[in-house]
């Protein structure tokens, strides 16, 4: 008796053991794709012949891992099905679980690392599930907008209780292994070298009777112990904080509990159903669709970053030229990633805050006890502040972050390219200035290029590295390679007035401006967007960014791109800017700020703030929420095909990508292509032409118009 497919192998060892081994050929890792999913079935009928069996075991044949869960890219296709479709698909699948739970002898999962969504489904369906220390085990379904459909809303309630059950699956997080053996979810922790024998020790345990493992499997198929009013209690009062946690566009968390809820007092067919329906629900929604598509891009991120990097080597020192806010959060995120940097300033005033921010940002760490007070003295004792160039030649990364004026900048680099070595790469943290443009005058433009980080720099994932005219590609690569080093995921942009992220900004700030200028409430506005998803509405979002700030970036932006992006005449930014409303950093701005007791800024209106507005205020139009998301919306989906249009990245994914990380786009709506394919491009250009007539200049481009006209999607 024996089974070898092209993913799973069944091995027989003495004493009339059995041994599953899952191991997908010509890959690294694990997956339950179709042809997986086929064989697990076909393995089934094979086994269940082999009447003389006396115990599993279950294994993977990966060093990488158990199993990482579902193929995410198969499931767009079932998505796109019915409900009726899906819930046939995915009891198909629940039968095949439910027989290998049902093979009548002990059954034990070797879990030697991540066993992810249906990864963890097919260890809950073991007796017993053994792991080596480096295994997590998680239920991340609710990350894409939908909810375990494999037994994970049955069986992990009946093997560590609703609560924690609730706990695993709403929050979508994954536990290691010295976590979820307190959990009960896994029975114990072994060395990977000695993870099979102690699985046969269990198995010879159970065989022996000294081990009641048809206990665990009548657990898990029987109704819950809560009665009714404990049901109510457990799942009631779950629902409505999880709905308070999780907000009204991500309704999965919450039909997670309802689904458990519902398979509570239920046996595990029965209560399958219930989980069967909400899958097929959820898989229906926008949500899900979206949520799967920023997975799906992700992964698309670091296949990119891994291929460009893979003959890279690392940064092993670094360096900083501006010790200020920007500066200190890039020469923290060096540091405490394992990276030592020198940071560089004129004064020893700005040295001073630049250190000041990095020991603020660690000391938040240890107040959280994610990091130990050593901890935090090493990192620190890794960013060595200095006034001079003298220690710049052992360096083989520098990252300018000087104030953003490009005669400023550029006679830095002129000075640093002095000081370091011929091999050194030299980066700008410029947010809008051009990277061709600042290479002038450098004796080595081919090690130059952009490397923009987003504040607050240990905050937000993106960096967006900028390839000017002269970039090599090897320097590109050691770019990407140093914002992998710090834990940030980098996309390569092509050299322009603001790259990808601030670019497509922009025209989004000119749309509140226009809807300013006809008589809108600032604050309406900010609530319409951030009911959209936003954040932050427009208003609070320039505060927070600093007004100074903006105007000055809107004249590059303006001299670059002048269709579109400069005003015909003084804007209510210019004049917020004149008054000396810079927002969080003076506590002036379209909104005052005062400190909370943790320090951190509340906001609040001062009606003066109307009265600078007024002169602004050109007319007065009637709009709802659909026309203010329109006016915000279209521009930047607009200036998003144009950065398409214009290779300024290579794909629709970056461009949303870059958008989540870098501004915190709705990841519910996955970023402005997706959402213009969601609403659909013929109805978004009526809606355009419409406010053109009014001068707004939100009109499609003619690729636009042609995607249009034919009915295609940029997906």
Avoid at 379 to 385: F, L, R
Avoid at 555 to 578: C, G, H, Q, W
Wanted: charged share 25%; proline share 4%.
């Amino acid at each position: 008796m024996s089974y070898q497919g092209q993913a799973f192998r069944l091995e027989k060892l003495p004493n009339d053991i059995l041994k599953v081994v899952f191991d997908i050929k010509d890959a690294s890792t694990n997956v339950f794709n179709a042809l997986a999913l086929k064989e697990l079935g076909e393995m089934l009928e094979v086994i269940r012949k082999e009447t003389s069996t006396k115990g599993l075991l279950f294994t993977s044949g990966k060093a990488s891992g158990f199993v990482f869960g579902a193929d995410v890219t198969e499931f767009l296709g079932h998505f796109k099905k019915t409900e009726e479709e899906m819930k046939t698909w995915i009891a198909g699948i629940n039968k095949i679980f439910n027989g290998y739970e049902d093979l009548p002898y002990p059954k034990v999962a070797l879990v030697n690392g991540f066993a992810l969504g249906g990864g963890c489904e097919i260890a809950l369906t073991m007796d017993y599930r053994l792991a080596t220390p480096k295994a997590a085990m998680g239920l991340p379904e609710t990350k894409l907008g939908i909810i375990p459909g494999w037994g994970g809303t049955v069986r992990l309630p009946r093997l560590i209780g609703a609560d924690h059950a609730i706990e695993w699956i709403t929050g979508a997080k994954h536990y290691k292994a010295e976590e979820a053996i307190k959990f009960g979810a896994i029975d114990g922790i072994v060395e990977d070298a000695k993870l099979e024998e102690a699985g046969l020790k269990l198995l010879e345990r159970a065989i022996k009777g000294e081990l009641d493992w048809k206990a665990r499997v009548s657990q898990k198929k029987s109704p819950l112990k809560l009665d009714k009013i404990e049901s109510a209690m457990t799942f009631d009062g779950s629902k409505a904080f999880v709905a308070g946690m999780a907000g009204p566009n991500y309704p999965a968390p919450v039909r997670a509990v309802e689904v458990m809820q519902k398979g509570a007092r239920l046996d595990r067919d029965a209560a399958l159903i219930f989980e069967h329906e909400g899958f097929a629900a959820m898989g229906q929604t926008k949500t899900a669709e979206c949520l799967t598509q920023v997975f799906l891009g992700d992964q698309y991120l670091k296949k990119v970053s891994k291929k460009m990097t893979k003959d890279t080597k690392p940064t092993t020192f670094g360096a900083v030229l501006g010790a200020g806010i920007m500066g200190g959060g890039i020469a923290y995120q060096s540091a405490s990633t394992g990276v030592p940097v020198l940071m560089k300033d004129i004064k020893h005033e700005q040295l001073d805050l630049g250190m000041n921010e990095a020991s603020k940002l660690l000391n938040k760490e240890v107040e959280r006890k994610k990091m130990t007070s050593e901890r935090m003295a090493k990192v620190i004792s890794q960013i060595t502040p200095t006034l001079s160039y003298a220690d710049f030649g052992a360096t083989n990364f520098v990252v300018e972050a000087v104030v953003e004026n490009e005669k400023v900048k550029k006679s830095v680099l002129l000075d640093v390219e002095k000081a370091v070595g011929p091999d050194a790469v030299l980066a700008s943290n410029t947010s809008t200035i051009s990277i061709t443009k600042l290479a002038e005058g450098l004796a080595r433009p081919e090690k130059f290029c952009g490397m923009h980080f987003f504040n607050p720099v240990h905050r937000m994932p993106l960096v967006e590295i900028i390839r000017g005219a002269k970039s090599s590609p090897e320097t590109i690569a050691t770019a990407v390679n140093y914002a992998n080093q710090m834990g940030k995921t980098p996309i390569v942009v092509n050299d322009c007035a603001g790259f990808l992220v601030n670019r497509i900004l922009f025209p989004y700030f000119k749309g509140f401006v226009h809807l300013i200028e006809d008589g809108v409430d600032f604050q309406k506005i900010d609530k319409v967007m951030e009911k959209f998803g936003w954040p932050m509405g427009p208003a609070y979002l320039l505060d927070v960014v600093g007004i100074d700030t903006g105007v000055h970036a809107s004249k590059i932006m303006a001299d670059a791109f002048p269709d579109r992006m400069a005003y015909k005449s003084k804007n209510v930014l210019e004049t917020m800017y004149e008054n000396k409303r810079f927002g969080q950093k003076n506590n002036l701005g379209f909104y005052e700020y005062e400190l909370d007791k943790k320090g951190k800024p509340q906001k609040k209106v001062n009606p003066a703030v109307y009265e600078l507005i007024k002169p602004m205020v050109k007319r007065t139009v009637e709009v709802t929420d659909e026309q203010i998301v329109e006016r915000m919306m279209i521009p930047m989906i607009i200036e998003s095909s144009r950065c398409l249009e214009d290779k300024i990245v290579e794909s629709p994914v970056e461009v949303d990508m870059g958008l989540l990380l870098g501004l915190g786009f709705p990841p519910f709506r996955a970023g402005t292509l997706k959402y213009a394919d969601t609403i659909g491009l013929k109805k978004l250009e009526e809606a355009s032409k419409k406010y053109h007539e009014i001068g707004a200049m939100y009109e499609f481009t003619p690729f636009m118009k042609g995607l249009a006209a034919e009915n295609k999607t940029y997906y």
